[in-house]
């Protein structure tokens, strides 16, 4: 069965640092791997996705994943973070069955103090 | 959040009331989704709808009653509920087209508290 793991429930980085969220995935075919963002009483936002090719996808506001298929991982990435970026985080992987099923994380909480 | 707009944003209802979340997508897609948000869980897809036509139902109690119009509309229908069943509900769609993947756009949901 496909999985998502997120293992920080939260991340802290001071403004102007790079930051890092991590997710490491398991399904059984190729993985379709997708990243959201939620902001207070919002819905999610789609930032980026991997479906094939190059390993490095670049998305909405200046984020960035790299994606390892040996170590199952598909982090998401941002050379320099603003106090805006503060949100919580999803990592979700699509199902490989008929159905655009999308199996997400429980979610990373991101907070940049400035 | 335009593109998927969901009413009412909130909702509170006693037990033994009837209600129904409404979701509508102006993006021309022809996939609409419901999904359970609740604290500290992941996001739980309850329903999926391709072409109107409902594909997953991913064991959700009847208490929670989905309709699909059209390809544009998706309702949840909420009778008898019970107080674990506060929670925000999102709504979602895509394009499915056979090729390629695409992403699903999220509604802002609609926070349901039971009392």
């Known amino acids: 069965a496909q999985s998502v793991a997120q293992p920080e429930d939260q991340v802290n980085v001071a403004e102007g640092n790079p930051l890092t969220v991590k997710c490491t995935y398991s399904v059984s075919g190729n993985p379709y791997l997708f990243w959201y963002v939620q902001y207070p009483n919002r819905g999610l936002q789609f930032l980026l996705k991997?479906?094939?090719?190059?390993?490095l996808v670049k998305g909405s506001y200046g984020f960035e994943a790299e994606f390892n298929k040996s170590q199952t991982s598909f982090h998401l990435k941002k050379p320099s973070a603003l106090v805006s970026d503060s949100a919580l985080y999803f990592c979700a992987v699509r199902d490989g069955g008929a159905t655009n099923k999308l199996i997400f994380g429980t979610g990373t909480l991101l907070a940049v103090q400035p | 959040e335009t593109g998927v707009t969901q009413t009412p944003r909130h909702l509170v209802m006693g037990m033994t009331n009837k209600k129904s979340l409404k979701c509508e997508q102006h993006l021309g897609h022809n996939a609409m989704y419901w999904y359970k948000q609740s604290a500290k869980k992941p996001l739980e897809l309850m329903f999926v709808?391709?072409?109107?036509?409902?594909?997953e139902n991913n064991s959700v109690p009847s208490r929670f009653s989905p309709e699909c119009p059209n390809s544009s509309h998706l309702f949840l229908h909420l009778h008898t509920l019970q107080p674990e069943d506060s929670a925000l509900y999102l709504c979602?769609?895509?394009?499915?087209?056979?090729?390629?993947?695409?992403?699903?756009?999220f509604g802002p949901g609609t926070r349901l508290t039971v009392t």
């Open positions: 709808y391709n072409f109107k036509e409902q594909t």
């Open positions: 991997y479906i094939t090719g190059d390993n």
């Open positions: 979602a769609s895509s394009q499915e087209t056979g090729q390629g993947i695409y992403e699903q756009y």
